[in-house]
């Protein structure tokens, strides 16, 4: 009888080592498994809606549309007499309103259609950097925001702002005077959409690029980059290229100007998907946790 007591015991016992080590691995178990979904709840970022970026075939220039929740900003217009391909968009998809239009620097083939787009949609904030500019399409420029009574921002410190979800930053020129002078004036633009990082590099050449890369606020990799200067090679092209490591890197260019054949061989070294504006509009859209890209 104490035999099969001792037994039984002994077998309550082991029953209950045997419960506890259970509840234990359960517990752990779902302990790990909170900790896997809060941590999946802190790194993903996709958001309810999407962000659509246009990167228009204007030949050598600039103009970008970004779209999001109803909001619309234009960084940059192309030249003058490829206002058209802007404002048959804007028309197309109606666009009666751009919340914000960001002048990246005033040489002919980023401000040249500007005025065209001022007249033609009703432009909330107007951003820009601050020099000077005698050029005809620059003096258009000024004639059509005094027209439509619109003061311009000259942006001198970083300047933070949001465009629906999208957070953007403008990083301005630090110098007063450089020597490739509108170039370097280049005002730059991060955005960040959930996971997804997007820079406009505006035409910065080796004196910006340098600025940037030293720039202590702005961590330079980025999933989509729009390439400087329109492939342009400076002598520090690829420190930067490497800095920001594009998964994507989209260049305005025209079939009669080219890319410099370096800058094309640096990213594909990256691995980057590169789009040329020459071979039609590229069309980028995310929501915030993909990409996903077109070319017309």
């Known amino acids: 009888m104490k035999k099969t007591k001792r037994r039984a015991a002994m077998r309550r016992r082991w029953q209950g080592q045997l419960a506890l080590c259970l509840l234990s691995v359960l517990l752990l178990t779902g302990c ?42 234009l960084i940059d217009a192309g030249y ?15 666009i ?23 007249e033609a949609v009703e432009v909330r904030r107007v951003l ?36 629906a979800e999208a957070g953007c930053t403008i990083y301005p020129p630090r110098q007063k005077d450089y020597e490739e002078k509108d170039n370097d004036f280049s005002l730059v633009l991060s955005l960040t959409f959930g996971e997804e990082r997007f820079l406009f590099a505006g035409d910065c050449e080796k004196e910006r690029l340098s600025e940037l890369m030293a720039e202590p606020e702005l961590e330079l990799e980025h999933q ?22 594009p998964e994507a890197a989209v260049i305005t ?18 691995g980057a998907e590169v789009y040329l504006t020459s071979e039609g509009t590229v069309t980028c859209v995310t929501d915030g946790s993909s990409l996903s890209f077109s070319q017309n």
Do not use: W
């Not at 999946?40 to 970026?53: F, I």
């Not at 820009?128 to 005094?146: K, V, W």
């Open 253 to 270: 260019c025209s079939e009669e100007e080219e890319p410099d054949k370096e800058i094309l061989e640096l990213l594909g070294q990256l």
């Open 32 to 73: 790990a498994r909170n900790a896997a979904e809060q941590q999946d709840q802190g790194t993903e970022q996709k958001t309810d809606s999407e962000l659509k970026v246009t990167f228009f075939d204007v030949g050598k220039g600039d103009a970008v549309l970004l779209e999001s929740e109803g909001q619309a900003m």
């Open 96 to 118: 009666q309103q751009l919340d914000y239009m960001i002048i990246t620097h005033f040489d002919k083939d980023h401000v040249g259609g500007a005025d065209k787009v001022l």
């Open 80 to 94: 003058d007499d490829t206002a058209d391909v802007i404002l048959d968009y804007l028309e197309a998809e109606e």
């Open 224 to 245: 989509v980059l729009k390439v400087p200067h329109h492939g342009r090679e400076e002598k520090n092209s690829d420190k930067f290229l490497l800095a920001v490591s």
């Open 128 to 163: 820009q950097p601050d020099y000077e500019s005698d050029s005809r399409q620059t003096e258009q420029y000024l004639e059509a925001l005094d027209a439509e009574n619109i003061e311009p921002e000259k942006v001198t410190e970083r300047m933070e702002f949001a465009l």
